[in-house]
């Protein structure tokens, strides 16, 4: 009798992995040429850079023109391997932290907030290694065939700077503070509006309230942690001297784009990723709703 329960909380948690990973996978493949755009635009210093990207379309184009349709999908096998678990990580670390904080008095409002910056924090140790060979490979603007494989990066950088802070680690502080509070503001958001607004009898009309609820959870939490994201991409990226290490700590790196290239600068990258982590939040929320509710009902 004992081991019923037990195999219904294992049930319980695959479910809630394979819809979390399921979500990730479907999200990566739609998303993945605005992850690349916006990534260039943050490690660019300066607009007098012949090679800096004056708009999202002329990024877009030079990008096609020099690199051709696969310049688009640059790393993105770290995201592949990383996505999959690490959105599994995600919505199941959620479930996990809002139980545990069931057993405190506090409002549900706080409890999705705090149960979302746990989840992200917990991603973001998992996924940050991928993010520092992914940025490599996007920030490479050789065609796709001249540059090296992702394994082939992966030891690049464990062999000349390790796996620690300075190396396959390296800008874990901002990798921590950007899962953090974009979670916190997506699933905090979408779940406590998603409670506040009626759900609709009609099935398409159903969707499109969720839709539009994680799009705007995608959107908020994408202005609200951008910064992070910047100095994520500046330290992980090529740094402006080779051999020189200017980008090192995440407040220190903010900082110094902030007194060096102003406010703005800290918001680099906002309309790709916006046009990417609006609609694709809905898109991973939708999936992992849809695809567990299936899941129950037929495993």
């Not at 910056?117 to 998992?126: C, Q």
């Not at 994201?229 to 903010?254: N, W």
Request: hydrophobic letters at 40%.
């Amino acid at each position: 009798m004992s081991a019923r329960p037990e195999a219904g909380l294992v049930r319980e948690a695959s479910r809630q992995i394979a819809a979390g990973g399921s979500a990730g996978l479907v999200e990566i493949c739609l998303m993945h040429p605005l992850d690349v755009v916006k990534t260039r635009f943050q490690i660019q210093r300066c607009a007098t850079d012949p090679n800096s990207y004056k708009s999202l379309g002329d990024s877009f184009r030079m990008i096609f023109q020099t690199e051709r349709l696969f310049g688009f999908y640059k790393g993105i096998l770290p995201p592949i391997l990383a996505e999959t678990p690490k959105r599994a990580v995600k919505f199941f670390t959620f479930e996990q932290y809002k139980k545990l904080l069931g057993y405190v008095s506090l409002s549900p409002a706080l409890t999705f907030a705090i149960a979302g910056l746990g989840s992200g924090l917990t991603e973001a140790i998992i996924v940050n290694p991928f993010e520092v060979v992914k940025v490599g490979l996007q920030a490479n603007r050789n065609t796709f065939a001249e540059q090296p494989s992702t394994v082939g990066y992966a030891r690049q950088i464990i062999k000349k700077e390790g796996w620690g802070l300075q190396g396959l680690n390296k800008g874990l502080t901002a990798t921590l503070g950007r899962h953090g509070v974009f979670n916190m503001v997506y699933f905090g958001f979408y779940y406590n509006v998603k409670n506040m607004i009626p759900v609709n009898k009609d099935p398409t009309l159903e969707f499109l309230r969720k839709f539009g609820i994680g799009l705007l959870s995608g959107t908020i939490a994408s202005v609200i942690n951008i910064p992070f994201d910047v100095a994520k991409s500046r330290i992980q990226g090529p740094q402006p001297v080779p051999g020189e290490i200017k980008y090192r700590t995440c407040f220190k790196t903010m900082a110094t784009v902030y007194q060096e290239e102003g406010i703005l600068a800290l918001y680099k990258g906002l309309l790709p990723k916006i046009l990417r982590l609006g609609p694709g939040g809905a898109v991973m929320l939708l999936v992992y709703e849809y695809t567990y509710s299936w899941l129950q009902e037929n495993w």
